[in-house]
């Protein structure tokens, strides 16, 4: 059963079109990453789902269903934009918000006592929020957003002002939501950490969906066309557009994306003139490179 599903819908602000005639389809048991620029309408998309805003036409279709309340309580929203009650303490704060989703108290206590402690945040329970660090706050609002065992969970950029120890927590429970059978909508400028979770994509432009479908199809139907090149030395060819149509580079490593009409070999040839190379593997494109790629596209 599809969890989510947007039809033609449609939102303008004066003369701006933030979103135009998106479709969406979110199955059951799939973390599904919407993704886009600034200002492409990632976060207009998410806040029309959860009826922060009103869609100017099109429809949304939440658990098979007309969007209402009662369906929303079975949907976990992290939004960009945070918002913890500073100065309730935390244990009180989640179970006012676990009453707000309709869970009855004595479940409420054993959710909470199991999440504050995978969070490592039991000492914090009696604390005021505002004596928490940014990213203690961020943790709590993850657990607020999976408090009530949501069927559905949109999480709008999860991962910011988190540590790299926290961020791999993170995703290990998003993982864990998933086997559950839960659906995650991940809105997240990190390509990296989307490539690795998501299993659909959706990427959006100017308020336009211009790139959806399975992300492990959508990279092969790009075939491998870029070099991963790990070298020591001065890469003059890097520079040469003859050869290279651009590259990205990553301090130890580059990810080089040939002119049209280039051989790989003839890149390896010219790279073993110059540097002592290390690696050098063809590779599907990236994520970060498609996105790229497929956004300046739709600039043209």
Known sequence: MELLSLRGVTKSFGRIDAVKELDLRVGGGSIYGLLGPNGAGKTTTIRMIMDILAPDRGEILILGQPNSSSIRDRVGYLP?????YRKMKVEPLLHFLAELKGMKREAARERIGYWLERFALSAWRAKKVEELSRGMQQKLQFIATL???PQLAILDE???GLDPVNINLVKEVMLEEKKKGVS???STHLMEQAEKLCDQICLISEGEKVLDGNLKEIK???GKNSIVLEYEGQARFLSDKEMVESYDDYGRWVEVHPSAGVDPQEILRRAAQEVA????ELVEPSLNEIFIKTVRKGER
């Open 158 to 160: 999860p991962f910011t």
């Open 220 to 222: 092969a139907n790009y």
């Open 147 to 149: 408090l009530h065992s």
């Open 184 to 186: 995650i909508i991940l």
């Open 277 to 280: 190379i290390l690696k050098f």
């Open 80 to 84: 960009e934009e945070r918002g913890l």
